[in-house]
C-alpha cells in the first residue's frame, strides 16, 4: 500500500476536549484529514501459526498480520483488537473502512502512530489498512495483570492500562508549545466515543488514570511518572 506521510483523520495537535469530547483524536498528534497517493501493495497475507498436533509440535502462535497491507475483514483479518509496537517518528499509518472505496467517506479511523497503537476491528468493518506499521499481533481486549509499570514514555504511544501501565495519577513535566498530547480512552476503537478525556498541554501535565480505563495514549510529551 505504501501510504507514507498519509495524514490522520481526527486532529488532535492543538485541540482540547472541553467537558464532553469534542474532538476525535488520534494518538501521536496526527493532522487533520488529508491524503496522499497511495504506492503499490506489497500483498501480504494475514499469517497463522501452526495447530498443534501430536508430541513435538509448535505451540499454536497468536494470529497476527504484516504492518504493510490491505485486509477484508471477515476474510484476511478477524474481527478483533490488535497490537504493533516499535513504531518511530509517526511514520506508522492505519485505517479502518466501511468499504474499499479509498474515498475520505470510507474511514471509520485512522492514525499516524510513534510506539504502540491498539486497534479494534469491528465485525462491521470491512477493510483494514496499514502502511510502514511493526506487524500486528491480535491480543485480549479483556487481559488483565502482567508487569504493569508505573512509569512510560511521553511519545510511547498506547498502554493498556492494568497491563502496560498501572491505574494512578502521573506526572509529565517540562513540555513546551502545547505539542505533549494525552488521552484516556475506554475502548480501541479510537472514534470519538472511545474517548473519556484528553489535552494539550504545555509545562506540567498530571493525569489520574482509573482502573477502569481501557488504555492511555501519549504523544510529545516528556516521559510520566506515578505521582
Known sequence: ????????????????????????????????????????????????????????????????????????????????????????????????????????????????????????????????????CGDWEAVDPKAKGGSAATSMAGDGGMFKVGVDIAPGTYKSTGNTDDMCYWERTKDAEHSIDSILANDNVSGSAVVTISASDAYFKTSGCQDWKKA
Open 1 to 132: 500500500m505504501g501510504m507514507k506521510g498519509k495524514i490522520a483523520l481526527g486532529a488532535v495537535v492543538g485541540v482540547v476536549v472541553i467537558g464532553a469530547v469534542s474532538a476525535n483524536a488520534g494518538d501521536n498528534g496526527s493532522g487533520t484529514g488529508g491524503s496522499s497517493t497511495k504506492g503499490d501493495d506489497k500483498g501480504t497475507s494475514v499469517s497463522a501459526g501452526k495447530k498443534p498436533g501430536g508430541a513435538g509440535a509448535a505451540e499454536q502462535k497468536k494470529p497476527s498480520l504484516d504492518g504493510d497491507g490491505e485486509y477484508q475483514v471477515g476474510g484476511d483479518i478477524k474481527p478483533g483488537t490488535y497490537r504493533s509496537t516499535g513504531n518511530t517518528d509517526a511514520m506508522c499509518y492505519w485505517e479502518r473502512a466501511k468499504d474499499a472505496s479509498g474515498e475520505v467517506d470510507s474511514l471509520l479511523a485512522n492514525d499516524n502512530v510513534s510506539g504502540t497503537s491498539y486497534v479494534t476491528v469491528k465485525p462491521t468493518d470491512k477493510l483494514f489498512t496499514s502502511s510502514d
